[in-house]
């Protein structure tokens, strides 16, 4: 093991400025990413305009905050750096709408690298297509950088027609403020499974899977399902929370010994990891793109399903009725927060 990082980190002081200051940046969409990285830049001093649709009702708030706003096709046309900040799923056909504005030397700008890495926009070859993705979501890459901070970032080149594609993604790294936490360099491939398998085999499907099928032991053994929804959701964040803060370690000290013999001697019997490997594998091999892109081609049906039996689900129900108990908590909470948040 080493003490070292496997990858350089990249901050403010390692970014000329210059490859960004005579830029035009596009920004498509006004979402989460997309509201915060306008807004930022814009107060780095770089020239922006916000590429939304007519009838987009994101069009009033961007306005407001005072940015400058042109149908994506437009603003595409003018602007040198095009940032794909709408969702996923309708990339390509915003691709399709701006693809006229991409001139030779331009920048085709991602935050995610699904489209590219399995195919689904094909840019020509005279422009540089670049990652800038922080990772965080968009409220705090703005709130940070309000107060002078930043959050962490990654950026990547899948195609340097330029030259200058590495060092603009960190000139426009830190004008949205990431270098002041820290950039470190990836590759779209590298990006795109590790964020997928994550999301699919941790985060967003491991986790709810191990507090379902927890609650769900508890209550077919029995027990009441508001013991089981505190043991088996509630707590999840205390814990969590400790991981966040100080690895698992600090979690392992904080809890009884009783918890910390039964949890390392017991937790692995229920991870599965051939299933694990099994949802990597589909990652690279594309399986699972192939599948999401039919099924959004399908109108998701397989999608509304999932969701509606989630919803349904007793832990649902139960989780609802006893957050009420908190709703004085959280009240107390906002009231304590600074008037910048
Ligand atoms: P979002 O869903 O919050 O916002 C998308 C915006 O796109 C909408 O607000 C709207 O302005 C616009 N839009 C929606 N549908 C459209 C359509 N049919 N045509 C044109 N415009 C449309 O999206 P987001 O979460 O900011 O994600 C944007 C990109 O950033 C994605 O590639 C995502 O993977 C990436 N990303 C997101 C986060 C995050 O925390 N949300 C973090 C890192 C990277
Ligand atoms: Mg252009």
Redesign the pocket.
């Known amino acids: 093991m080493t003490d070292e990082f496997t990858t350089d980190v990249h901050y403010d002081d390692d970014v000329d400025e210059s490859y960004i200051e005579d830029r035009t940046v596009a920004v498509?969409?006004?979402?989460?990413?997309?509201h915060a990285q306008a807004q930022n830049l814009d107060d780095s001093g770089v020239d922006v305009v916000v590429g939304?649709?007519n009838s987009?009702s994101?069009r009033a708030a961007a306005e407001e905050d005072g940015l400058r706003v042109a149908t994506?096709a437009s603003a595409a046309a003018e602007a040198d750096i095009i940032v794909?900040?709408?969702?996923?799923t309708?990339?390509p056909?915003?691709y399709d709408a701006i693809e006229d504005g991409l001139d030779a030397g331009d920048t085709l700008q991602?935050?995610?690298g699904?489209n590219i890495h399995y195919g689904q926009i094909e840019p020509s070859e005279d422009v540089d297509v670049t990652m800038v993705?922080?990772?965080?979501?968009?409220h705090l890459v703005r709130r940070t950088y309000e107060r002078g901070e930043g959050t962490p970032g990654l950026i990547a080149v899948e195609q340097d027609a330029t030259g200058d594609a590495r060092q603009e993604a960190l000139a426009y790294a830190k004008a949205v403020g990431c270098t002041r936490a820290g950039v470190i360099e990836t590759t779209f491939q590298e990006e795109v499974e590790t964020d997928l398998f994550g999301e699919q085999a941790v985060l967003c499907g491991g986790v709810t899977e191990m507090v379902k099928v927890g609650f769900e032991t508890l209550v077919d053994a029995g027990y009441s399902p508001e013991m089981a929804y505190f043991e088996c959701l509630n707590e999840l964040k205390l814990i969590v929370d400790l991981m966040y803060e100080g690895g698992h370690m600090e979690m392992w000290n904080s809890v009884s010994d009783t918890a910390e013999y039964g949890g390392l001697t017991r937790g692995e019997e229920v991870i599965d990891r051939e299933g694990m490997e099994t949802i990597l594998e589909a990652v690279q091999n594309g399986e699972f793109a192939r599948e999401w892109i039919a099924e959004n081609q399908a109108n998701r049906p397989a999608y509304k399903q999932y969701r509606g039996a989630e919803q349904d689900h007793e832990i649902e129900r139960v989780g609802a009725r006893l957050r009420e108990l908190f709703a004085w908590d959280e009240a107390a909470d906002k009231h304590e927060a600074p008037a910048d948040d």
């Open positions: 498509l969409g006004y979402g989460s990413q997309g939304l649709r987009s994101s994506p794909m900040l709408v969702p996923d309708v990339q056909a915003v991602f935050a995610h699904f993705a922080p990772k965080s979501p968009g």
